[in-house]
T-cell receptor
Framework: QKEVEQDPGPLSVPEGAIVSLNCTYS??????FMWYRQYSRKGPELLMY????GNKEDGRFTAQVDKSSKYISLFIRDSQPSDSATYLC??????????FGKGNQVVVIP | DVKVTQSSRYLVKRTGEKVFLECVQD?????MFWYRQDPGLGLRLIYF???????EKGDIPEGYSVSREKKERFSLILESASTNQTSMYLC????????????????FGSGTQLSVL
């Protein structure tokens, strides 16, 4: 079993829809969780960072962590064509060792 | 804003050539990383460095070496390029948060797409 599982998609949604992305993980040592957004031919940029179970909101983005189920999610409300990108989940342990998901390509159709 | 600059966006090299990929960050971060990104395989850590002149192997160090002579600069070296090293190479830097040492928010460069023919 891979440490981090992320469905690669692609995921196509109409503009204005809610985008829901998920990652599961197997290592209970992971303590903090991130979502990165990567536009085509660019490096990933940090979108959300959290280290506790529950929800964290930033504008149209909500990151959700459920440590008991080893499950994290990213929700994008009122999706825009500019949200079209690949979204990578990432998580780190107390030794700051990071593991990444393979990324989920999202296409928002105008 | 943190800026991580990679010297080349696209690079084409021949098999057997020695290749240097340069990365510079401007935020005085202690930690620097080299990843490669391939379709279907995601991000894989090649090498990282927690301080000047220090280096640690990542998950796939074979065929690569690194150099960190100055805090802001981290170089990736392909000693003898091979076709299976054709990939997107991403440099990143980070700081460790506060006293707890928790977290590494990685800041990535734009990447170098390397083709080895």
């Amino acid at each position: 079993q891979k440490e981090v599982e992320q469905d690669p998609g692609p995921l196509s949604v109409p503009e204005g829809a809610i985008v829901s992305l998920n990652c599961t993980y197997s290592n209970s040592a992971f303590q903090y969780f991130m979502w990165y957004r990567q536009y085509s031919r660019k490096g990933p940029e940090l979108l959300m960072y959290t280290y506790s179970s529950g929800n964290k909101e930033d504008g149209r983005f909500t990151a959700q962590v459920d440590k008991s189920s080893k499950y994290i999610s990213l929700f994008i409300r009122d999706s825009q064509p500019s949200d079209s990108a690949t979204y990578l989940c990432a998580m780190g342990d107390r030794n700051n060792r990071l593991a990444f998901g393979k990324g989920n390509q999202v296409v928002v159709i105008p | 804003d943190v800026k991580v600059t990679q010297s080349s966006r696209y690079l084409v090299k021949r098999t057997g050539e020695k290749v240097f990929l340069e990365c510079v960050q401007d935020m005085d971060h202690e930690n620097m990383f080299w990843y490669r990104q391939d379709p279907g395989l995601g991000l894989r850590l090649i090498y990282f460095s927690y301080d000047v002149k220090m280096k640690e192997k990542g998950d796939i160090p074979e065929g690569y070496s690194v150099s960190r002579e100055k805090k802001e600069r981290f170089s990736l070296i392909l000693e003898s390029a091979s076709t299976n090293q054709t990939s997107m190479y991403l440099c990143a830097s980070s700081f460790v948060l506060a006293v707890t040492g928790r977290g590494e928010k990685l800041f990535f460069g734009s990447g170098t797409q390397l083709s080895v023919l």
